[in-house]
T-cell receptor
Framework: NAGVTQTPKFQVLKTGQSMTLQCAQD?????MSWYRQDPGMGLRLIHY???????DQGEVPNGYNVSRSTTEDFPLRLLSAAPSQTSVYFC????????????????FGPGTRLTVL | AQKVTQAQTEISVVEKEDVTLDCVYE???????LFWYKQPPSGELVFLIR??????QNEISGRYSWNFQKSTSSFNFTITASQVVDSAVYFC?????????????FGEGTQLTVNP
């Protein structure tokens, strides 16, 4: 298993540009999430999904869109990049809580370091 | 609302010392999950442990041990005989139980430096 993969690893954007951060998992996990990590602030949830076709907002959703057309993929779209979106972005996935002991533990991808100029 | 507090921003120890990382949480849920993750200098997030709110048994895994006390809303992490490879940022996190998604609320992290 590759686990959770993210592309690209690094990206530089200009203010106003749009782009999509890719996330894929091959563990057949029901849940997927996107977090951003800023210095001194831990990780904060952007959007999450409990299954294909179902998404919801997290703590800091403004400026980001998501969709989940398949179990495996959960792309994050930046609509119009702003310098405040400079951050490290992590995608994570987990089994649902219905899986009992295996459920709910999130496994993270390697991250994407995004800089917006 | 849920909250996780890691009051120790940075800790520096000498190799072979024991070190405890503190984590205090707030939640109104009766069912919840607590986690510790390690983020080494390479940047990835490594899962260490998960504990549910109904299981207050302490856990030991090699040099790592965890002390969960519901009475004080704490979930502290101890590294015994620390090693240089333990140098990393450690995050405590909390998620609600049995609700939609597995949304984690993270603390701000503790930077542990183990000096040779």
């Amino acid at each position: 298993n590759a686990g959770v993969t993210q592309t690209p690893k690094f990206q530089v954007l200009k203010t106003g540009q749009s782009m999509t951060l890719q996330c894929a998992q091959d563990m057949n996990h029901e849940y997927m999430s996107w977090y951003r990590q800023d210095p001194g602030m831990g990780l904060r949830l952007i959007h999450y999904s409990v299954g294909a076709g179902i998404t919801d907002q997290g703590e800091v959703p403004n400026g980001y869109n998501v969709s989940r057309s398949t179990t495996e993929d959960f792309p994050l779209r930046l609509l119009s990049a702003a310098p405040s979106q400079t951050s490290v972005y992590f995608c994570a996935s987990s089994y649902s809580h219905a899986r009992r002991a295996r459920g709910g533990t999130q496994y993270f991808g390697p991250g994407t370091r995004l800089t917006v100029l | 609302a849920q909250k996780v507090t890691q009051a120790q921003t940075e800790i520096s120890v000498v190799e072979k010392e024991d070190v405890t990382l503190d984590c205090v949480y707030e939640t109104r849920d009766t069912t919840y999950y607590l986690f510790w993750y390690k983020q080494p200098p390479s940047g990835e997030l490594v899962f260490l442990i998960r504990r549910n709110s109904f299981d207050e048994q302490n856990e030991i895994s090699g040099r790592y041990s965890w002390n969960f006390q519901k009475s004080t809303s704490s979930f502290n992490f101890t590294i015994t005989a620390s090693q240089v490879v333990d140098s990393a940022v450690y995050f405590c996190a909390l998620s609600r139980g049995e609700t939609s998604g597995s949304r984690l609320t993270f603390g701000e992290g503790t930077q542990l430096t183990v000096n040779p």
